[in-house]
């Protein structure tokens, strides 16, 4: 992303609202098993109370009435299930929080991948592949820590001060005002700490972007800074990518241990202005001893959700800081191509007219794309794009795929908006061909299956035949078998484009054939029995090529000839090479 490197982007007040928002929104999924693990600890803190009360039961006697610790067994007894309650207690309300937000987190990375989804290859195509790893890992992974971790801790430091506060009241009322007085001063120190953390974590998170782009451009890249003996200058700046983010990590770790340092000090105090109270009380005669002992043991526990909490601080911190990138690809605010109502499902009969009208596009950040175009593309015949680079070609074949819809104007499936198919209905009925097909980890039958998950061997081999690519197989080490690396390593140019033309015509149901230079890294030979392949699917089929080359668009029926993201002539090849036009200026330029 171009903006990961601007911190100040991130750090202002509209962007934390929203990402405020965002993890508020998302909490509201988990406040069932919430209010379990409140109930929970509301529990544990009365059992905490009541073990208190025991043992301050037991010292009291044992210092006053010198009572024997066996005459005490009843006591010790029931010290020992309240131990076992209080354990139980923080276990479930620990539990159910984890489990609550691991399940929120699956639903999240799901709903995440349908909203990068969304965007499409020509939305994905704007983003950096280190930055949505990131996202997606290390951001939902900060998420995850704030649903299980802070949002509890959030709960057990409002309920167990307030059942300790309650039960120590009617014991000791000025004790009990002292802890309420003094429980305050430490959620007021971590709102004015709050500010720094929050900026620290924020350059931390983005700065581990920036690192995760860094990292992935280099390993997609190595070869090329292999030969360009640039390996060594790339290492030296994800040394230092990571240095920077090891300094952020350390800033903020400081802030987060001068916090805990302070809150610490503050539990302190707190806790020993109870004890020097409750001391000079119990000299004075003031105070029972039971009473005394039990205000001294549960003070400690009235302080220490607090203080955990804010040991928790950075977590909150980091999920704001990782909801910021986080709340832009949920599937619910993610923009896509825009769909309609989605009258059909899929495309059935006959090849399909396709109409463009009016329509225009332009890619982010560019001057150029399409502006008012018409254009029509005619069932059973081949018809070819062609014209200077960036003159809208491939832009066009990309809209008619619904990989992005236009910006205004409309694209007609046999008089069917295509705003209102369903993507994937229409994509069935559809085969492309892309200048440069993707090949994943696999062997070469796993990446033929692609297209057509359920087609037998008899299929296979068939299109193999047909598009040249068993040629191919007969030079491979383990034929079908043979594993190929990720981006096609393994397969030149050409044999990638056989793969990707026998893709095709494994999709023996598409209807529509969108072809980008289907022939760009063929020899003659090959090229010419493309040609061929190309010509007997248009007897059943409505064909559109793009050809950056114009000897491939001398075979086709019919060539339209773009120029600044307009039609500028269109008619059968001979004829526009007759007519000395556009298309006649494009030939002689080629040849020359």
Known sequence: MASIGATTASLDTPARRAATEWLRRESRRVRGPALTAGFLTALFALALAAQAWVLSGILAAGVLRRAAPASLWPQWAWLLVLAFLRFGFSLGARRTALRAAQTLAGDLRVRLLRGVEALGPVGLRAQASGDLITRLVDGIDAVLAYFARYLPQIGSAVLVPCVVLACAFPVDWLSGLVLALTAPLIPLFMVLVGRAAGRASEQRHDQLRQLGVAFVDALGGLVTLRQLGAAERFAQRLEQENEAYRALTMQVLR??????????????????????LIGFRLLWGDLPLRNGLFVLLVAPEFYLPLRALGGLRHVRMD???AAQALASFDAGDV???ARGGRVASRIDGGPPRLRIERVSYRHHGRERGLRDCDLSFEPRRVTTLVGETGSGKSTLLQLLMGFDAPQSGRI????????????????????WVPQQAHVFEGTVRDNLLLA???????ALRRAAERSGLDDVLARLPKGWDTPLGERGLGLSGGELQRLAIARALLRESARVWLLDEPTAHLDDDGARRIDGLIRAAATTRTVVVVAHRLSAARLADW????????????????????????YARLSSAERS
Do not use: K, N, Y
Request: proline share 6%.
């Open 255 to 276: 802030v987060a241990f001068l916090s805990a340092l302070v809150l610490e000090f503050f539990a302190m105090v707190s806790i020993a202005v109870v004890a020097v």
């Open 319 to 321: 999920a704001l800081a």
């Open 335 to 337: 923009r896509g191509p």
């Open 412 to 431: 007609l499936i046999d008089d069917v908006d295509l705003s209102t198919l369903d993507p994937a209905g229409w994509r069935d009925a559809v085969a």
């Open 452 to 458: 057509m998950p359920t087609a037998g061997d008899s």
């Open 559 to 582: 060539v339209v000839v773009l120029g600044d993201g307009r039609v500028i002539e269109q008619g059968p090849p001979t004829a526009l090479a007759r007519a000395q036009g556009a």
